[in-house]
């Protein structure tokens, strides 16, 4: 294992009742398999009993033969024939009726099952979790830009930029370290099928998260609502894990070129809404910053030039194909002038943000814009927190690598 069982029991003991469980005296995980359910500080005594009774489960390990997604359903399963037909109808009826004079027997029940096999997996070393490192994970849609984003912003980590990145498939795991902190990035791939895994094993992948960073691509409007739910349920997860990280959302694909475009304008104004919402719904108080972002940020003066730049960034070329591999030194060498006219951009732009920045502010008091190096303001139910310095030292530090200038762009 990456880390001592004390610290590792510390990370699980957040589920245990001090009350009941002398968190002190265990010495391995398995120990804490052994205990009885009421152990879970989330089930109260006639919970417990409830579920000892109706599954005949008395001890941790043994609640998980029951189905995560379903664990009435182990009840309802019998050999086909006539009488078992009826006999499990009267069962359904019974467990409706269960379920309707404790509400929240099943959500603690998906969430012991789950706990406990986070548990199983970390005794026979099957998940690992890191305690020593700080663990930022990144996730979206399919083709939302999360890769691009990350390798484009993340250069000061040692990641290097990328054109025309290929989509994710599954989890890619990076591990970088400066003087400054310790990083376990998780690039979540967005397809369905992987979105599926992660929600449906939500302890193999959101555990000991202290940063949760969200992308939305604001340029594809019919996908919205479908991202959105995926937010929501990434948050339902964290919430039932006990998971309290600080979540940086960023409104991606705000490029140069659509700055002004009444219907992207009208897009963000709609997503800010939405996630307001969907925030003040949440049981937690998550500490929230919204930012708009674009790869192409560097060039946001000239957006004629960066919607050229764009256009040949996105090239379908194979590098397979042996035309390509010919040209592969020109190819090398137009990167490189490509990277000096976008330095020299930057620094000619970055000359005139200031007066143009104090111009904008006085001319109409614009909403400082996160490409600007400011979050968009939004109606955040979170509070601020006690005992999060190492937390918050990783933040600023990864917040300074996203965003650097000061300027107002709106």
């Not at 005594?45 to 033969?65: A, D």
């Not at 930012?291 to 070329?317: C, D, V, W």
């Amino acid at each position: 294992m990456p880390s001592d069982n004390s610290e590792i029991i510390k990370v699980v003991s957040k589920f245990l009742d001090p009350k009941s469980v002398k968190i002190d005296k265990l010495e391995k995980i398995e120990d804490i398999l052994k205990l009885p359910i009421q152990s879970y500080k989330f089930l109260d005594k006639e919970e417990s009993t409830i579920i000892k009774n109706l599954f005949e489960v008395s001890k941790i390990n043994e609640i998980l033969k029951l189905d995560k997604e379903d664990p009435f359903q182990s009840l309802t399963i019998l050999e086909e024939s006539e009488e078992s037909l009826e006999i499990t109808e009267n069962l359904k009826e019974k467990i409706e009726a269960l379920k309707n004079k404790y509400p929240t027997l099943e959500t603690k029940l998906i969430k012991a099952v789950t706990i406990s096999a986070l548990i199983e997996s970390i005794s026979k070393e099957k998940e690992a979790i890191e305690t020593q490192a700080q663990k930022v994970l990144v996730a979206g849609l399919d083709a939302a830009g999360k890769t691009s984003l990350l390798s484009k912003f993340g250069g000061r980590l040692g990641i290097s930029d990328m054109i025309a990145t290929h989509p994710t498939k599954g989890v890619v795991r990076m591990k970088f370290g400066t003087s400054n902190l310790s990083l376990f990035i998780w690039d979540l791939g967005g397809q369905e099928e992987y979105r599926e895994r992660y929600l449906n094993n939500p302890e193999q992948y959101f555990v000991q998260l202290d940063l949760l960073i969200y992308v939305i691509d604001i340029q594809d409007s019919e996908r919205f609502e479908e991202s959105l739910d995926y937010l929501d349920s990434i948050l339902n997860s964290l919430v039932m894990l006990e998971e309290r990280p600080y979540v940086l959302l960023f409104i991606h694909k705000y490029d140069p070129d659509l700055k002004g475009d009444p219907k992207i304008l009208l897009n963000i104004e709609l997503v800010k809404d939405n996630i307001g919402e969907l925030l003040r719904s949440k049981k937690y108080d998550f500490e929230v910053e919204i930012y708009l972002t674009s790869i192409y940020s560097l060039i946001s003066r000239e957006p004629q030039f960066a919607k050229y730049i764009k256009k040949l960034m996105s090239a379908g070329y194979s590098l397979s194909d042996p035309t390509v591999k010919k040209v592969e030194g020109l190819g090398k060498t137009l990167e490189e002038t490509l990277n000096a006219i976008i330095r020299l951009s930057e620094s000619i732009s970055s000359q005139l943000n200031d007066l143009d920045a104090r111009l904008r502010a006085i001319e109409s008091g614009a909403f400082q814009a996160a490409q600007g190096g400011q979050p968009l303001e939004i109606s955040n139910p979170s509070l601020s927190r006690s005992g999060e310095g190492s937390r918050l030292t990783v933040l600023n530090e990864l917040k300074d690598l996203f965003s650097k200038r000061k300027s107002l762009d709106f």
